[in-house]
């Protein structure tokens, strides 16, 4: 069983390669609608669960800069008007102000809108801290502590916050550092929030944003799935009328080659037998020296009967049906024998094959011997054929290879010409849903593989 290959799409000729083989090129013909309806659906999915996925994450990312921004405008306003101004009267001595900034941090600890907080001097000293065994600690300044006093405010979520800060456990945390001034000297308000925030407002986000992008997706494909089914069995119908014109235009071709071979084999060919046979007879009754004559008479005319068989046959071949059609490529091998070429003909094939697919095979066997004939001074031609499948389904594989010149490297375009042969190979083979391959054989010459759908297959 030959390798499978894939399914038939547009007539255009692509590159395909085999093990051992060199550069080859196909043609196919067909398309699927269903399939492609099934494709468009699974895409149309796909980008459900995209926008769906995309969603939740850009909700997540939203949820936490929206926090952010938000801790960093909390810790502002709380640094500038209820530390900074306390703190400088603090710092200053007078009496009872720490205490009054005990109490005013305490509210906001009590009410879970701060966790913990440190102000920080330039240096790296905590000149006040929610957790009063930091005050009068000096530590080496940080990125964040550095970047604050520089002026910018600082905010992200710290996976692990500092545990010696009282009131902050092990879980993240929204660490902020804004700058502030006190008594004009610069320092750092660092302050300590839940992180919880985030993902309450990264649920509302989804809440509120998932519905709206994929509603809005999914109604925009509920519009377009009835439009593509349209198509699709537009689609259908057309290659239905298609296929069925094709029908129809072979069984009248196939009408008219009968007519045309009942025409000669009753006509010219009776007539010309008949002639063959008087000039036989009248032989024996001309001069000795005219019998050379007369023979040469009997001989063209039993050739021109043979030639007009052979016409005959091209027009209206044999029985192909069953083992029919191994002994038909046997007979198109016969002129090729005459001349001394080797033909070696291996039909392998043993399922039953419908006649429009037989025909071709014939005529596509017959149009590559004839180009063996005429263009490649081959020595030995191979053919064979075999079972395979295309696209996963039951196929008849027909290989013609010789050892010849071979192909050039680009197949020009002879039609102008009257030079049909090859493309007429592909189109009638892509007319039944068939691949074509064109390309150099191993060791040198041709190969053609046309590959045509069974029956099944269709």
């Known amino acids: 069983?030959?390798?499978?290959?894939?399914?038939?799409?547009?007539?255009?000729?692509?590159?395909?390669?085999?093990?051992?083989?060199?550069?080859?090129?196909?043609?196919?013909?067909?398309?699927?609608?269903r399939r492609e309806l099934a494709t468009f659906l699974a895409v149309a999915l796909l980008a459900l669960v995209a926008v769906s996925g995309g969603t939740v994450l850009l909700s997540e990312r939203v949820a936490k800069a929206n926090a952010l921004a938000e801790a960093e405008r909390t810790a502002g306003r709380v640094a500038e008007l209820a530390v900074a101004p306390v703190l400088a009267e603090a710092l200053a001595g007078v009496p009872g102000r720490f205490e009054e900034l005990d109490r005013i941090m305490a509210n906001r600890l009590r009410d879970g809108s701060i966790s913990s907080v440190v102000v920080w001097s330039g240096d790296g000293e905590v000149l006040y801290a929610s957790d009063h065994d930091l005050i009068g600690r000096t530590f080496t300044p940080g990125s964040e502590l550095l970047s604050a006093l520089g002026g910018e405010a600082v905010a992200d979520v710290d996976e692990s916050p500092e545990t010696f800060y009282e009131g902050v456990?092990?879980?993240?945390?929204?660490?902020?550092?804004?700058?502030m001034s006190v008594a004009g000297e610069p320092m750092v308000f660092e302050a300590y929030f839940d992180s919880g925030g985030i993902d309450r407002n990264a649920a509302l986000l989804r809440w509120e944003i998932v519905p709206l992008a994929v509603g809005a997706l999914v109604v925009l494909q509920l519009v377009q799935i009835p439009i593509a089914t349209s198509?699709?069995?537009r689609l259908r119908r057309q290659q239905d009328e298609r296929a069925e014109l094709m029908e129809r235009t072979?069984?009248?071709?196939?009408?008219?080659?009968?007519?045309?071979?009942?025409d000669l084999h009753d006509g010219p060919v009776q007539d010309l037998a008949?002639?063959?046979?008087?000039?036989?007879?009248?032989?024996?009754?001309?001069?000795?020296?005219?019998?050379?004559?007369?023979?040469?008479?009997?001989?063209?005319?039993?050739?021109?009967v043979q030639s007009l068989r052979r016409v005959m046959v091209d027009i209206y071949p044999p029985d192909l049906s069953g083992p029919g059609l191994g002994t038909a490529l046997h007979d198109l091998a016969e002129p090729l024998r005459?001349?001394?070429v080797v033909v070696s003909v291996d039909d392998g094939l043993a399922v039953p094959v419908s006649p429009d697919v037989t025909a071709v095979v014939y005529r596509t066997a017959k149009e590559l011997l004839a180009n063996v004939d005429h263009?490649?001074?081959?020595g030995t031609v191979w053919i064979q054929l075999s079972e395979t499948r295309l696209a996963g389904r039951p196929a008849?594989?027909?290989?013609?290879?010789?050892?010849?010149?071979?192909?050039?490297?680009?197949?020009?375009?002879?039609?102008?010409?009257?030079?049909?042969?090859?493309?007429?190979?592909?189109?009638?083979?892509?007319?039944?849903?068939?691949?074509?391959e064109v390309g150099a054989r191993p060791g040198g010459g041709a190969l053609v593989t046309a590959v045509l759908p069974l029956p099944s297959a269709r």
Do not use: I, K, N
Request: charged letters at 25%; hydrophobic letters at 40%.
């Open 1 to 33: 069983m030959a390798t499978e290959l894939a399914a038939p799409v547009a007539v255009t000729p692509v590159a395909a390669s085999r093990p051992g083989r060199r550069t080859r090129r196909r043609w196919t013909w067909g398309s699927h609608p």
């Open 169 to 179: 456990s092990s879980a993240p945390m929204v660490e902020v550092y804004t700058p």
């Open 231 to 233: 198509l699709a069995r």
């Open 250 to 262: 072979l069984h009248a071709s196939e009408r008219e080659r009968r007519a045309v071979a009942a």
């Open 274 to 304: 008949g002639v063959s046979y008087a000039l036989g007879g009248l032989r024996m009754g001309v001069a000795e020296q005219h019998q050379a004559t007369v023979d040469r008479l009997v001989t063209t005319v039993r050739h021109a």
């Open 338 to 340: 005459s001349q001394g």
């Open 375 to 378: 263009h490649a001074d081959a």
């Open 396 to 436: 008849v594989r027909l290989e013609v290879a010789d050892d010849g010149c071979g192909f050039p490297e680009t197949l020009p375009d002879r039609r102008c010409e009257g030079h049909l042969g090859l493309r007429l190979v592909v189109d009638r083979v892509a007319d039944l849903g068939g691949v074509v």
